[in-house]
Structure formats: C-alpha cells, structure tokens
C-alpha cells in the first residue's frame, strides 16, 4: 500500500459527481495554447528515445509527440473511449476511472516512459498513482508530469486548488519521491503567446513539468 501524503479534505472536489459522465461527451479541443503545445513536443523530442514503449496517461484525442517520433508502442489510457479512438498516435488504449482504481492492467517493467498532460491535476490518490507508474516503467525510465493553469476547477481536488503554481509543482514532486521515483528535472518556464501578442512579448500558458527517473 503507497504511503498517504494528502489529508481527506485534500482529496474532495467541487463536483463529488462520477467523472466517467463528465467526460461522457468527447471534447474534440485542445485545452492548451500552441506555446504550451510546442514546449511540451520539444521535451518529449529531448526526452524520449526512439523505439521506446509509451503510456500515455490520461490522454485524449492527441498526444503531442514528435511528428519524427517512431516509437515501439504508444498505450493510450483516458476516460472517452471517443476520444481515445481518434488519437492517431496510440497503437491501443484503454479506459479506466483512475480515481476509482489505481491499478493499472500492465505488466510490470514493461514501459520506458509514461506521460501525463493536464491530468495529474485530477487524481485523488496520486500516492497510489505514482506508486503504480514505479511498477510498471523499467529501471532507468522516467515519467513526465505536465500542466499548467487551465484545469476544470470543479473536478480538481482541494490539493490542487488551493496551492500555487510553484507547490504544485513541489507537490507532484513530493508524490514521486515517495514513491521511489528520483527527480530529474523541474520546469518552469513562460511560452509566447499565439500571433501578433506573441511577437509584442505577450505570454501564453505557462508550462510546468516534473521528469523523474525510475
């Protein structure tokens, strides 16, 4: 059993509603601006090795990886089967409510790397999570945890809700720690905003990761 970090009250949303019917309906949008979208490519690009087996958790109908990416295999998991369907990037996916259940239906050791885009924001046991994603990534791979600002504030645990960008990110910190995952990395950049904004030195989304080494 992982160790607990967050308290009960850390643990409740707004909406206490099942999360399979609020993402019943696939949104077919990005919930991030170009910026953030190219940054989070770029890291992927320096990150992952060609030929490397994927999970990316929580995913949707895109995943944001190199168009010169050739992977062994990319596993898609998220909650719209509709969505998951779409992304072209994933050989095959699966659907699973991790605030339900955390454990995964992966072998163990059998990833390189597991990605996590703008979903970290809602696990209500991310002890339990960050402990499985240990499991089932080899020694020497790593997971990649990024966000930013948008979330749907009502799905978002109180955790989340109530720390900053920077204790966000010490916090997804924490949870990986703990569970034997070793930091590699923490970002915490600007991105230009889209258009004639970006070119006067407007700023988009910010973009925030964790890199950690099985």
Do not use: C
């Amino acid at each position: 059993m992982s160790a607990t970090l967050l308290t009960a009250r850390q643990r409740r949303k707004q909406d206490e509603g099942d999360d399979a019917l609020f993402y019943a309906e696939p949104r077919f949008v990005h919930h991030l601006d170009a910026g953030f979208r190219q940054r989070l490519t770029a890291l992927y690009q320096q990150r992952l090795p060609q030929g490397a087996v994927l999970l990316d958790l929580m995913s949707s109908w895109v995943s944001h990886l190199p168009e010169s990416g050739h992977y062994g295999e990319v596993i898609g998991h998220g909650l719209n089967a509709a969505e998951l369907a779409a992304n072209p990037r994933l050989d095959r996916h699966f659907v699973q409510n991790l605030n339900k259940s955390q454990t995964l239906p992966l072998a163990s050791a059998s990833l390189d790397a597991v990605l996590v885009v703008a979903g970290w924001q809602y696990l209500q046991h991310p002890e339990a999570i960050a402990a499985e994603l240990a499991r089932v990534v080899r020694p020497g791979g790593e997971v990649i945890v990024a966000f930013s600002n948008r979330m749907f504030a009502r799905k978002a645990p109180v955790a989340w809700l109530e720390s900053s960008d920077r204790e966000r990110l010490t916090l997804v910190g924490q949870l990986l720690v703990q569970a034997g995952w070793s930091i590699d990395a923490v970002i915490a950049e600007d991105t230009p905003a889209s258009g004639p904004l970006g070119w006067l030195g407007g700023k988009g989304d910010p973009f925030f990761a964790v890199v950690a080494k099985a």
